[in-house]
């Protein structure tokens, strides 16, 4: 990662891809598929936090903060990309953090585990005692005390399915996803259409501050603001490429 | 791969996914992440051939068929998504193939030379003889016989940086990238802006029908034309998740 110049005009984005390289095994390939694909996502939004995520990181930090029981799930890439940031998170709310894999095996979810000791937190997921109905066996394995009980669970770069049967459980569900046309930013309650590295900390400023965030958030117009950045950028990389 | 059904919507995209995963070793970390970015501007291209890519594989199908010596770039990727079309289309032109990596070694080198003898040809790239200048030693290593010594170079899903490299040698440079804001899609000459495995067959159909495509193409009016076909593409979803 030292090989990085701090004053690339891209840093961040290529010092989180190496951070999920070097993780190695911890991240699935398919997770930096899915990296990949945020990316491009990003990049349409000019690499930048927009004014419908500063709306939803706020809606998401009151939910967090009113819930009896609020869970951060947590996955390969959320911990290998902000590990730190999720714990801190965890203590500010406070919630409990579950470690929950798409591509599940105990030595991914023990290594990852691992990472958030170090982070300063004791994570749930190593002894899966709950499955969530109407998903395939591995992805399904969660833990009562954290999943199987919780009524608002936060999900950073959550899969579509899962976050449907979250939701199908009575779940409230907050998703930090790239993809505003994804289908977990479709079937989310608050969907943070943000960068997880860029937003995180502003999840947590937004957890200390507990200002009241307003009743009126409407996931689905927000989304559509989403894409309505996004057409304008394009636009202007179209202009500024001689097409107009 | 057997496990995704045929009829499932997105199913080329998913088997796309799963064979640069199947490839392991052969496919760098940071190739899997660039598949990605792929995908998600393929989402915004609504996963089919555009007219514009139409016109550009026309044009590069010409310049391909009246070049000295035509050679075809390939890395990981585009071996382990399309190693049977990058041979048939060499076959048709006909063109050398040359293996030439971002991540180059010599285990990489040999077992992607050796799909691509599987498929039927011999290529270039396991002895390199040649350095192309402006870039660092690894990423520069190439063939005399091949890039080296190219007129006209094919280069599916190539780095920004060596695109460059090669149109400062004074290559004809035709690039088959997702992203139509890369530096290798403004830098090439020709840039078809499609999925490689949807395009390639189109691009051998061209070949071996020898057409003279016309000599009014300029990339970059061809480039905002598929940033609108993106604009459209977005405008679409929007209009469809509820926000007109």
Do not use: W
């Amino acid at each position: 990662m030292g090989k990085i110049p701090e004053d690339h005009p891209r840093y961040q984005s290529l010092v989180a891809r190496e951070k999920l390289i070097a993780a190695g095994e911890l991240v699935a390939g398919a997770g930096l598929i899915a990296h990949g694909r945020g990316e491009a996502f990003d990049y349409l939004l000019g690499e930048k936090t927009t004014g419908p995520a500063y709306s939803a990181i706020n809606v998401a930090a009151e939910l967090l903060c009113n819930a009896r029981q609020p869970v951060i799930s947590a996955n390969g890439n959320s911990i290998a990309l902000a590990g730190p940031a999720i714990a801190e998170l965890a203590i500010a709310i406070p919630a409990r953090v579950e470690v929950n894999l798409f591509h599940r095996s105990s030595a991914r979810v023990s290594g990852l585990a691992a990472l958030l000791r170090e982070a300063g937190i004791e994570p749930l997921g190593e002894r899966p005692d709950f499955h969530i109905p109407g998903l395939a066996s591995e992805r399904a394995k969660c833990s009562r005390a954290g999943i199987g009980d919780a009524d608002v669970v936060l999900v950073p770069l959550e899969d579509g399915d899962r976050c449907q049967a979250l939701v199908d459980l009575g779940k409230k569900v907050i998703a930090i996803d790239l993809n505003p046309l994804s289908r977990t930013a479709r079937t989310a309650h608050v969907t943070i259409v943000d960068e997880l590295t860029r937003c995180l900390p502003l999840l947590i400023t937004a957890v200390n501050r507990k200002k009241p965030a307003g009743a009126d958030f409407d996931n689905e117009k927000n989304l559509g603001k989403v894409m309505e950045q996004m057409r304008i950028v394009l636009k202007n990389m179209q202009t500024r490429t001689g097409e107009g």
